[in-house]
């Protein structure tokens, strides 16, 4: 046996050792899962000097024993990790985390991978899709237009402004017809967010992916403001689901950091059979390589020891939101309060099928909530105003999923460049205030809030 072949012997059994993790990881709940992913006590005592917690490879590159590692390596041949713009033992940790987290209880088989962000990780995710192909008719994209400002952004100028690729915007995502008729040969990825930052829309995941993949297009689902401890698109027929895991995922807010999850053999009418057979461990070693969106080490394992108290978390911040959505319903200086957990909320019956806490049949639906404040003429934003600043606990700043409450003026942050006609695309008006609801006490947060109302 040469060198090389014992060194792609050796590969097979780090696979192997890999799988078996993962298979003993599938045996657990969720909690547990998140907690201890792929990471043991055997690996800690072999490989880590024995620390009980995932170490920061703080390093930019492997060395190897001799030229045939090396080559068995680089050529693909057998696991490695090489250089940090391509993979690190860190953030694969966390990768390896999100993904069974993402197939939680389905049995479906995919691969995770983690970015400097989430527009990277949407990017990343989005991309590859529309790759130059001359049998097909021009490209186009079909995008909820209620998705994240830097979404609308990313679409619209970048691909559609810049590239020349046709945007088709949903207006009604509960209207399935809209994306019925949007849908066509040309189409190269179907994208939503569920539910939409900061408007809390939603859409029918499992009736939209049946709709793209008859015009043999992907689903990516930003996923973001639900998280995997309320619902997995990928049960639904979702071939992509993306975090900006800056947000709920690292509560705690030490760093900004996105993931991406991609089911193995997803559909796509464009794109290599590596590519659709395993997106996220394809795009890793090719066009995320070229790229260089990588995630530094120490911003993966700060990601991952938040992402093992996401579903607490997620209990404590879901029962306070609808606390304090009920409370801003009921007040007299509040015109609206958009939340998924109450009764007016459009698509309630969307919201009790898809969000439920994780092994819990409990409906359960986030920390977010948006809430319009009474004016008098509908451009005004005079009493908005007074309330935001008249907040003194709860932050004022474009952020969320922060165990600190924080209240955003999205028309004036977040959705700021997008102007007038791209805020009315997406729902945004002058009057509304997007609160993210933190862990503190809800007593505490309507106390703030219910002052900040009465100074108007
Ligand atoms: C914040 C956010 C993003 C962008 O993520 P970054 O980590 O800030 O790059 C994308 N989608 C949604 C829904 C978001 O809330």
């Known amino acids: 046996m040469t060198n090389l072949q014992s060194w792609i012997l050796k590969g097979q059994e780090m696979i192997k050792d890999r799988e078996r993790r993962?298979?003993?990881?599938?045996?657990?709940?969720?909690?547990?899962?998140?907690t201890h992913g792929l990471y043991d006590l055997q690996q800690a005592i072999t490989q880590n000097n024995g620390s009980i917690m995932e170490p920061v490879y703080m390093s930019p590159a492997q060395a190897y024993t001799d030229s045939a590692e090396m080559e068995a390596a680089l050529s693909y041949q057998m696991p490695t990790w090489c250089y940090s713009r391509i993979a690190n033992p860190s953030t694969f940790f966390l990768e390896e985390v999100i993904a069974l987290l993402?197939?939680?209880?389905?049995?479906?088989?995919?691969?995770?991978?983690?970015?400097?962000?989430?527009?990277?990780?949407?990017?990343t995710a989005t991309d590859p899709f529309l790759v130059k192909d001359d049998s097909l008719p021009p490209p186009n994209i079909v995008s909820c237009a209620k998705v994240y400002g830097g979404t609308f952004q990313q679409f619209w100028v970048r691909r559609h402004e810049e590239q020349g690729v046709e945007v088709r915007?949903?207006?009604?995502?509960?209207?399935?017809n809209e994306w019925e008729a949007a849908i066509d040969d040309g189409t190269r990825y179907v994208f939503g967010e569920f539910p939409s930052n900061p408007s809390l829309s939603i859409f029918d995941i499992e009736k939209v992916a049946e709709l793209a993949h008859l015009k043999n297009a992907p689903l990516i689902v930003d996923s973001t403001c639900a998280s995997p401890a309320?619902?997995?698109?990928?049960?639904?027929?979702?071939?992509?689901?993306?975090?900006?895991?800056?947000?709920?995922?690292?509560?705690?807010?030490?760093s900004i950091s996105g993931l991406l999850v991609a089911r193995k053999n997803l559909i796509s009418k464009v794109?290599?059979?590596?590519?659709?057979?395993?997106?996220?461990?394809?795009?890793k070693l090719w066009p995320y390589r070229d790229n260089g969106p990588s995630l530094h080490p120490m911003g993966a394992i700060l990601t991952?020891?938040?992402?093992?108290?996401l579903r607490m978390r997620i209990v404590q911040m879901s029962k306070s939101a609808l606390t304090v959505s009920k409370f801003l319903q009921s007040h007299s200086k509040v015109s609206m309060v958009s939340y998924p957990g109450l009764e007016s909320f459009k698509g309630r019956d969307l919201a009790n099928k898809y969000l439920k806490l994780v092994d819990s049949d409990e409906p359960m639906f986030g920390y977010m909530l948006m809430v319009e404040i009474k004016e008098s003429d509908s451009d005004s934003s005079i009493n908005t105003r007074k309330f935001f600043d008249g907040l003194d606990m709860i932050w004022r700043a474009t952020d969320l999923g922060r165990v600190?409450?924080?209240?955003?003026?999205?028309?004036?942050?977040?959705?700021?460049?997008?102007?007038?006609?791209?805020?009315?695309?997406?729902?945004i008006s002058p009057?509304?205030?997007r609160i993210s609801i933190g862990i503190e006490d809800p007593q505490d947060i309507i106390a703030d809030l219910d002052r900040a109302l009465n100074n108007i």
């Not at 979702?238 to 705690?252: E, F, G, L, N, R």
């Not at 991952?304 to 108290?309: G, I, S």
Request: net charge neutral; with cysteine; aromatic share 8%.
């Open 271 to 283: 794109g290599c059979n590596e590519m659709k057979a395993d997106f996220a461990t394809w795009a």
């Open 230 to 254: 309320l619902t997995r698109p990928l049960a639904y027929g979702a071939d992509i689901v993306v975090h900006s895991a800056s947000k709920v995922i690292s509560t705690s807010g030490t």
């Open 102 to 123: 993402e197939t939680y209880g389905t049995g479906i088989e995919a691969s995770g991978l983690s970015t400097s962000s989430g527009m990277s990780a949407i990017r």
């Open 404 to 427: 600190k409450t924080i209240a955003t003026l999205n028309a004036i942050s977040t959705h700021q460049q997008q102007g007038e006609e791209g805020r009315k695309l997406a729902g």
């Open 304 to 309: 991952l020891n938040d992402l093992r108290t």
């Open 169 to 176: 915007w949903i207006h009604d995502p509960f209207d399935l």
């Open 22 to 34: 993962i298979l003993r990881a599938k045996k657990w709940k969720f909690d547990t899962v998140a």
């Open 431 to 433: 009057n509304a205030v």
